[in-house]
């Protein structure tokens, strides 16, 4: 069972920074498609960005990029999202998800994964 633990979360003004982690019990054929959702209060679940494990392709949804990074630390099992230039719209509860690797490369990522984290909670105040 893949568990996916994340942190960073907090409380920002606009224009600042945090950065998301996210521990994943495993990396394997089944978490090789990583990624970054978030869900804000009355809005749908989105995706904003993901990573094709081991092999480095990035994906990011236009409202983010520029602003975000994602990367991943193989040693560590660890997902990473750098956000900078933080906006109030960017406030939202911000979930890890994984997936085998085709999800990355066609791009149905997006559309969701197998495995979510429970979530850290991002707030940007105006």
């Known amino acids: 069972h893949v568990q996916l633990v994340e942190s960073g979360g907090g409380s920002v003004q606009a224009g600042g920074s945090l950065r998301l982690s996210c521990v994943a019990s495993?990396?394997?054929?089944?978490?090789?498609?990583m990624g970054w959702f978030r869900q804000a209060p009355g809005k749908e679940r989105e995706g904003v960005a993901a990573?094709?494990?081991?092999?480095?392709?990035?994906f990011y949804v236009d409202s983010v990029k520029g602003r975000f990074t994602i990367s991943q630390d193989n040693a560590k099992n660890t997902l990473y999202l750098q956000m900078i230039s933080l906006k109030p719209e960017d406030t939202a509860m911000y979930y890890c998800a994984a997936g085998p690797g085709y999800y990355c490369s066609s791009g149905t990522w997006y559309n969701g994964m197998d495995y979510w984290g429970e979530g850290t909670l991002v707030t940007i105040s105006s």
């Open positions: 990573i094709r494990i081991f092999g480095g392709s990035t």
């Open positions: 495993e990396y394997t054929y089944r978490t090789y498609c």
